[in-house]
C-alpha cells in the first residue's frame, strides 16, 4: 500500500490541517484527528521548550484512548512542523523530543530538510516538505521527503504565487509521490476539486482558525468570518517573507495596507519598537474566507465539510 493510500486510510476526508503559528495548540489538534483528519502545530507554538514533551504526551495519551474506546472509529495521526532555518535555535532539542516520541508526519518549512529525514526516518515515520515552486520540489524530493505540501496562491501565511493548476502539473511530471495541496480550500467542495487536480490530500488552514479548539481572539476569529478575499493582503514587510494577512489586522497596527514597502529588504516591522507583532498582531489568512461564516466546534466543521465534498462529488457524478 502507497503512504498515501496508507494515510486516508486512517481518514473520514482526505485533509492534513495546516500547523499555524500560535493558533494551532493540543486541543485544536486533537479535535483534529479525532474528527478524522491529520491535525498539526508548530513545535515553536510549545513554550517554553520544555512544554513540547508535554504537548506530545497529552496528544499521544488522548488519541490513544479514542482509539481504545472505539476501535472503529477512524482517528488521524497527528504531525508536527519544524522549520530548517538557522534561524531556528530550536531544532536540535525539538528533534530530540520527536525523535523519543516517534512523531508519525514530520512538516518541514523552508530549507530542504536532509538531516531531518535521516532522523525521522530512523524510527519508521515519514516528513512532508512545504513548497512553492518546482525548483523547492525538486530540492526536497533530492533530501529524500516522502511528501509534498505545495503552498499555491491563496494559501494563508507565508505563501506562494502560483496557481494550483500550474504547480500540480508541473511536480507530477516528476513526482509520483504524495502531495498535500495548499491554497484557499476552505469548504469540501475544494477538497474534491484539490483530489480532481492530482493532490492527495487537502491542507487546509485558515478555515481552522474559526474553530472553538483554536487558539485565535474572538476579534481574529470575526474579521474572518466577516472577510472576503479581498481583505487579504499579500506582502513581505512583517517577515522578509511573502505572506497573505488580514487588512483589518494591518490597520489596526497603525500601518495602511495599500502603502507597504514591496522590497522585503525594507522591511522593519519585527525590529520596531510598537508594540505589534506578526501572527500575534498581524493576523494570517487565505483567500478562501467566503466559506467562512461562524466559528463552530472542530467536530462540528469537519461533519459539515465531510457533507460538502458528498454534495459536490454526486453533483459531478450525477
Known sequence: ???????????????????????????????????GLVGSFPALNARPAAALDDWLTRIETELAAARAADPAAKIGPYAVNQIVHQSNARLAQDMEVCVRHRVPLVITSLRAPGEVVKQVHGYGGHVFH????????????????????????????????LSPFALVAEVRRIWDGPIALSGAIANGAAILAAEAMGADFAYMGTRFIATREANASAAYQAALVEGRAADVVYTPYFTGV????????????????????????????????????????????????ASIDDVPPTAELVARLAHEYAAARARLLG
Open 242 to 289: 511573502h505572506g497573505n494577512y488580514l487588512r483589518a489586522s494591518i490597520v489596526a497596527a497603525g500601518l495602511d495596507p495599500d502603502a507597504l514597502p514591496a522590497d522585503s529588504k525594507a522591511m522593519a516591522f519585527d525590529k520596531a519598537d510598537d508594540g505589534a507583532k506578526a501572527w500575534r498582531d498581524i493576523w494570517g489568512a487565505g483567500q478562501g474566507l
Open 1 to 35: 500500500m502507497s503512504l498515501a493510500a496508507e494515510l486516508r486510510a486512517q481518514l473520514t476526508l482526505s485533509v492534513i490541517c495546516a500547523p499555524m503559528f500560535i493558533v494551532s495548540n493540543p486541543d485544536l489538534v486533537i479535535a483534529q484527528c479525532r474528527a
Open 130 to 161: 512545504d513548497v512553492i515552486s518546482l525548483r523547492h520540489a525538486e530540492k526536497a524530493i533530492e533530501a529524500g521527503v516522502d511528501g509534498l505540501v505545495l503552498v499555491c496562491a491563496g494559501a494563508g501565511g507565508h505563501a506562494g504565487t
